[in-house]
């Protein structure tokens, strides 16, 4: 059994490596220099790194791609995307090709909400309660003044403040829901301060409040968060073409591609099975530019999975339909991210990716990223109810395999020929570079 380290933080980097090859890499130096490569050379670049996280010992790599050729909302974009799944940034580059021509994709902002609450527990009557929440609400505006300033030069704020009657769900539970438009910032240190400052007012105010609230009822916070469950925060990003425009497919006509790609979208609304696999398409892309953007895609993934599920059943975010001989392909998406804050001013590449992108505000940013991830699930659709989508996907990994098996790079172009018209599995490439 291994025994607890205390003060494991407080340790040089050095230090914490060293104690990490004692005790778990039995003194293997090899492990050491698996981590040391990536350490940048560039110390003031090194220490700008180590210190984003607690405990940090080396940097892991992720690729940083550019998707060029979209025309969004007739504007056009080079696309930076950070991921690691190899077929990605090939479909979205194929889409954003394929829609140029027909006029791009269309983005545009549905809503723009941010919210949080105050939970607590109140063990008086809702109308006390109430009046007691309505005479201090002036008050949690004034005392939050000097978060709130600086967000509502800028357009922002906090919109409304409400108390919410939970008591069917819980015994005397209360939420004081707060709604914020938190401008360029995805929000989360402005909205979760204000709350925080709002919990401490609530118990200061009751104390003086006794008219309204008997002493013996004393409010009881059990805590102030963000919601990550954004769905008044909403970005709709859709392409259309005459069928007859559409591009040519191999085996099957234009109007029954049309005709497949609907029936596709429409299995992914009604079954769940499918219609995580098709949200996980979508997020395919729009975790790619989250990353490269330097936002939160935990709080992106749990917001568009729980608005997928808004209806009481888990389904598809984006939709198709035919009409007067015209293909409609949208995806609405939550989506809260930022320009401003959090890694967006200090990441070199998370600037480099934004001025790429010519330093969009928020709400570009969140068209922008809806138009990826339409594009993204139409890539996908398209090659599954065409070619499937192994050939497309394998053709990618090829590079993958051949770099586990060692190939060298003479090795590595003979087989990129070879399997040009060929099926690419790891059997079939160890095979051939054995024949070599
Ligand atoms: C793979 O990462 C994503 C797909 O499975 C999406 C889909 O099935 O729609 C290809």
């Given amino acids: 059994m291994k025994k607890n380290i205390s003060g494991f933080s407080k340790l040089s980097k050095n230090e914490k490596i060293d104690w990490l090859i004692e005790n778990h890499f039995n003194n293997q130096n090899s492990f050491r220099k698996i981590l040391m490569q990536y350490w940048n050379s560039n110390s003031e670049l090194q220490n700008l790194h180590d210190d984003f996280i607690e405990n940090s010992i080396s940097n892991y790599y992720m690729p940083l791609a550019i998707s060029p050729n979209f025309i969004i909302n007739s504007k056009y ?3 930076p995307m950070v ?8 479909a979205a580059s194929k889409a954003a090709n394929y829609w140029s021509c027909k006029g791009g994709f269309k983005s545009e902002i549905l809503s723009f909400e941010k919210l949080g609450h105050v939970h607590f527990i109140y063990d008086g009557s809702y109308n006390e309660l109430s009046s007691f929440i309505s005479i201090i609400k002036p008050v949690l505006f004034k005392e939050t003044s000097h978060i709130t300033n600086s967000m509502k030069k800028r357009g922002g704020g906090i919109l409304s403040i409400d108390l919410i009657d ?7 539970y209360y939420q004081l829901k707060v709604i914020f438009n938190t401008i360029d910032s995805m929000g989360a240190n402005f909205i979760n301060s204000c709350l925080e400052k709002f919990s401490e007012i609530l118990i200061t105010k009751s104390n003086e409040y006794q008219i309204f609230l008997k002493k013996k009822n004393k409010i009881k916070i059990i805590m102030s968060i963000l919601s990550n469950y954004l769905p008044n925060c909403i970005v709709k990003a859709s392409v259309k073409c005459e069928i007859n425009l559409l591009d040519k497919e191999n085996k099957i006509s234009r109007k029954e591609f049309a005709e497949k790609f609907v029936q596709a979208v429409n299995i992914a609304k009604i079954d769940p099975y499918r ?3 098709h949200n996980k398409g979508i997020m395919n892309g729009i975790d790619s530019v989250v990353l490269a953007t330097g936002n939160d895609f935990r709080a992106v993934e749990a917001n568009a999975h729980a608005y997928s599920s808004r ?3 888990y389904s598809s975010l984006s939709n198709a339909w035919i009409e007067n001989n015209e293909f409609n392909f949208e995806l609405k998406i939550p989506l809260s991210i930022g320009t401003v804050g959090g890694l967006t001013n200090i990441h070199p590449l998370v600037k480099w990716s934004l001025k790429l992108l010519n330093n969009p505000d928020a709400k570009e940013l969140m068209e922008i990223t809806a138009a990826v991830g339409l594009a993204q699930n139409f890539a996908a659709i398209r090659s599954l109810i065409t070619n499937g989508i192994q050939k497309g996907h ?10 586990q098996l060692n190939a060298s790079s003479k090795q590595k172009e003979k087989a990129i020929k070879h399997f040009k018209n ?3 599995s790891h059997q079939s ?5 054995n024949s070599l």
């Avoid at 490439?429 to 570079?433: D, E, I, K, S, T």
């Fill in 166 to 172: 939970k008591t069917d769900k819980i015994k005397n």
């Fill in 394 to 403: 394998m053709k990618m990994h090829l590079i993958n395999i051949l770099n």
């Fill in 311 to 313: 209806n009481g059943k």
């Fill in 83 to 90: 991921i690691e799944e190899s077929s990605v940034v090939a």
């Fill in 275 to 277: 219609a995580v696999t």
């Fill in 429 to 433: 490439v160890n095979n051939f570079l």
């Fill in 77 to 79: 974009y080079t696309i």
């Fill in 422 to 424: 060929k099926n690419i």
